[in-house]
């Protein structure tokens, strides 16, 4: 850093320095040294690209990848562009919201989905168009579709019990999980970051898994940054100052908004979910719909029975008739 302040300063009128980065690292880089602003003295600011200019940039994009010569179902100008555009629109003003980069992963998610309906086209006999983008390549397909297609919400739907959980999913970003332990929600979060892959809320599907250990640190300040370091997680009940400030940092970094492109799952049992809730931030329910958690609910004898057999199969056992007579019918045999 001293380096660079001299040579800024010996080769005045010589070399442009020009320091080029985001807003909040480049706040704390000036920070380190207090000769820094009177080096550099003129800031320009590059705001983020409008909904309009997001879609000028994507047109331009499709035109020079192809030189022109592929058209868009709706056209250039039509809703599907437009949308798309939106879509990207919504990480605006957050850290890390890539503009022009931004759509060129929309540009390629585009192009994904092309090449995987091509494919399927190409398997059942027809000729598709490598020229064209139809309305499921630039937006993707409707969500009742996805979820028709996706594994992930087959095997979702195909866990024993869960019953009140699939009765009443509605996707969405940030939730909680409450139950007893064994009663899989672990496994449900993650099946659920993958539907939430799946129909386009987020773009990467991998799951996270934190135990609250991993956001406490040894000192307050610690946890802060632990916290502001760790995307998904899994946090119980909040019984020191520690937690408190682990709290606050969820609800400021987590917003709950369209284009976030993060899903914060809450996992824990009801009762010690219910009182953090109640006893700590108050933003903290509205984050992650705390009036409506999906509830685990504890495994009857029949899914318990279930259960028990999968699991003998996959170890290559196999019980007999009397093996499997419940409990209370084997015990009145018994007696008789």
């Given at each position: 850093?001293?380096?660079?302040?001299?040579?800024?300063e010996?080769l005045?009128?010589?070399i442009?320095f020009?320091?080029?980065?985001?807003r909040?690292?480049?706040?704390?880089f000036?920070?380190h040294?207090?000769?820094?602003?009177s080096?550099?003295?003129?800031?320009?600011t590059f705001?983020?690209?409008?909904?309009?200019?997001?879609?000028e940039?994507l047109q331009?994009q499709?035109?020079?990848?192809?030189?022109?010569?592929?058209?868009?179902?709706?056209?250039?100008?039509?809703?599907?562009?437009?949308?798309?555009?939106r879509?990207?629109?919504?990480?605006?003003?957050?850290?890390?919201?890539?503009?022009?980069?931004?759509?060129?992963n929309?540009?390629?998610?585009?192009e994904?989905?092309?090449?995987?309906?091509?494919?399927?086209?190409?398997?059942?006999?027809?000729?598709?168009?490598d020229?064209?983008?139809n309305?499921e390549?630039?937006?993707?397909?409707?969500?009742?579709?996805?979820l028709?297609?996706?594994?992930?919400?087959?095997?979702?739907?195909?866990m024993i019990?869960?019953k009140?959980?699939?009765?009443?999913?509605?996707?969405?970003?940030?939730r909680?999980f409450?139950?007893?332990p064994?009663t899989?929600?672990?496994?449900?979060?993650?099946?659920?970051?993958?539907v939430?892959?799946?129909?386009?809320?987020?773009?990467?599907?991998?799951?996270?898994?934190?135990?609250?250990?991993?956001?406490?640190?040894s000192?307050?300040?610690?946890?802060?940054?632990?916290?502001?370091?760790?995307?998904?997680?899994?946090v119980?009940?909040?019984?020191?100052?520690?937690?408190?400030?682990?709290?606050?940092?969820?609800?400021?970094?987590?917003?709950?908004?369209?284009?976030?492109?993060?899903?914060?799952?809450?996992?824990g049992y009801e009762?010690?979910m219910?009182?953090?809730?109640?006893?700590?931030n108050?933003?903290?329910?509205?984050?992650?719909?705390?009036?409506?958690p999906?509830?685990?609910?504890?495994?009857?004898?029949e899914e318990?029975?279930?259960?028990?057999?999968?699991k003998?199969?996959?170890s290559?056992f196999?019980?007999?008739?009397?093996?499997?007579?419940?409990?209370?019918?084997?015990?009145?045999?018994?007696e008789?």
């Amino acid at each position: 850093m001293d380096y660079l302040l001299a040579e800024v300063e010996n080769l005045r009128g010589k070399i442009v320095f020009v320091l080029a980065g985001y807003r909040k690292p480049m706040e704390s880089f000036f920070a380190h040294n207090p000769g820094l602003p009177s080096r550099f003295p003129i800031e320009m600011t590059f705001e983020d690209y409008s909904d309009g200019q997001l879609l000028e940039i994507l047109q331009g994009q499709i035109k020079k990848r192809w030189d022109g010569a592929i058209s868009v179902e709706g056209g250039m100008d039509g809703l599907f562009l437009r949308v798309a555009s939106r879509r990207v629109g919504r990480g605006r003003g957050k850290e890390g919201f890539g503009n022009a980069r931004a759509m060129e992963n929309a540009l390629a998610r585009m192009e994904k989905r092309q090449a995987k309906r091509l494919r399927q086209e190409r398997k059942n006999g027809r000729s598709g168009d490598d020229l064209q983008f139809n309305r499921e390549d630039v937006i993707g397909p409707e969500p009742a579709v996805t979820l028709r297609n996706s594994q992930s919400w087959k095997q979702l739907e195909g866990m024993i019990g869960l019953k009140k959980v699939k009765q009443e999913v509605k996707f969405s970003l940030n939730r909680a999980f409450v139950g007893s332990p064994g009663t899989g929600k672990t496994t449900a979060a993650q099946l659920y970051g993958q539907v939430l892959a799946d129909l386009g809320l987020l773009s990467n599907g991998e799951v996270v898994v934190k135990t609250p250990a991993d956001f406490v640190g040894s000192a307050l300040g610690q946890s802060e940054a632990t916290t502001k370091g760790i995307l998904a997680a899994t946090v119980g009940k909040v019984p020191d100052p520690y937690w408190i400030a682990v709290v606050d940092i969820i609800v400021a970094e987590v917003q709950n908004v369209p284009g976030e492109d993060r899903c914060v799952i809450l996992l824990g049992y009801e009762r010690q979910m219910e009182r953090m809730f109640r006893n700590v931030n108050p933003g903290l329910s509205r984050r992650f719909a705390a009036d409506s958690p999906f509830v685990f609910e504890d495994f009857d004898d029949e899914e318990l029975l279930q259960m028990l057999g999968l699991k003998l199969r996959a170890s290559g056992f196999a019980a007999t008739d009397l093996g499997w007579t419940p409990e209370e019918s084997f015990c009145g045999a018994g007696e008789g």
